[in-house]
């Protein structure tokens, strides 16, 4: 087990108003060479929802969850914004912390949802400062499978449908990432096509399910994990569907536009009966998972050929 004294919580982070979209998007894609009409679109899906994500208050009440049943300080900080993970750690070290345990609130593997986040740890590690350690991928993990598992039924018994199709949903990436995920290739898709299983069976069904993929991005020559949701819906039966996004631990932006403002009005102009079931959040058995995590022989870390970060596009010349 490891011998720890805090427990950081590392996020991805996001804007809490208006004021705070446009230089949370320029964190994003810093780097990346993304054109400034795409980042004024994206910017319009925020603004619609008065400049705020819910993925900060989500994690201020995961800390508040987690603060009873960590035996350890709980700590907060993000990859892009506010509370920024290095202002944490220069706290952490100030407050005497030597070693912390780190849930990063992504389940998966993948660059962006395994691999930047050891990035991150090693960016914002400060001398004197805490040694941190990333605990493991958890999507199969029981705490995780029976937090979605509820939230799944919960969403069925609004529909009131037995029959459903459970159509679980995740971030798409490129194809040339999802293939090199893992040290066999793969791993991303592998995992969440498990995890989905692992809910279907903890269900008690035997139906048939579909896995698809929601919020991409980039040039449209470059090929991603496809199909997309909202094709997906266009395509599917008659039959009513529960949207299940098994690639999301809380609400992020893409779960409450990707899912409850695009996939419904999809839904609604098709006449599909269709609920979305909540994210993991903070279900009391999710919470207990993140103790458990600590609980576990110390990981051992990817090796850094794993989920490599993808080729970027030269950045736009001014």
């Not at 914004?81 to 609130?105: I, L």
């Not at 793969?186 to 069976?201: I, K, M, P």
């Not at 006449?271 to 993140?290: C, I, N």
């Amino acid at each position: 087990m490891g011998d720890y004294d805090a427990l950081l919580v590392l996020s991805f982070g996001g804007p809490e108003g208006p004021d705070d979209v446009i230089p949370f998007l320029e964190n994003v894609v810093r780097g990346r060479g993304v054109p400034r009409e795409r980042l004024l679109e994206v910017a319009e899906h925020y603004q619609g929802f008065g400049g705020v994500s819910p993925i900060n208050r989500q994690n201020r009440e995961l800390v508040e969850a987690l603060r009873p049943v960590a035996g350890v300080p709980v700590y907060w900080g993000n990859r892009n914004w506010h509370p920024f993970g290095e202002d944490t750690v220069r706290r952490m070290r100030d407050d005497g912390v030597r070693k912390a345990a780190v849930f990063a609130t992504s389940a998966f593997a993948g660059y962006s949802s395994c691999r930047q986040y050891y990035e991150d740890i090693a960016r914002i590690s400060v001398e004197g400062g805490p040694e941190l350690v990333k605990m493991r991928h958890f999507g199969d993990h029981p705490g995780f499978v029976a937090a979605m598992a509820d939230h799944t039924r919960a969403a069925l018994e609004r529909l009131g449908r037995d029959d459903a199709r459970l159509v679980f949903t995740a971030h798409s990436i490129p194809v040339s990432m999802a293939e090199t995920a893992g040290p066999s290739g793969g791993l991303y898709e592998a995992q969440l096509r498990r995890s989905a299983e692992l809910v279907n069976q903890a269900l008690g069904r035997t139906q048939p399910w579909d896995l698809v993929w929601q919020s991409r991005s980039g040039p449209p020559q470059v090929p991603w994990l496809e199909p997309d949701v909202c094709d997906f819906l266009r395509k599917t039966d008659a039959r009513p569907v529960v949207l299940v996004p098994i690639g999301f631990v809380s609400d992020h932006m893409e779960v409450v536009y990707d899912l409850d403002t695009e996939a419904r009005q999809v839904a609604a102009e098709l006449g599909l009966p269709m609920e979305r079931a909540a994210t993991a959040g903070t279900h009391p058995r999710f919470v207990r998972m993140v103790r458990e995590l600590m609980d576990e022989p110390e990981p051992v870390p990817c090796a850094l050929t794993c989920c490599p970060a993808p080729r970027r596009r030269p950045a736009a010349q001014a």
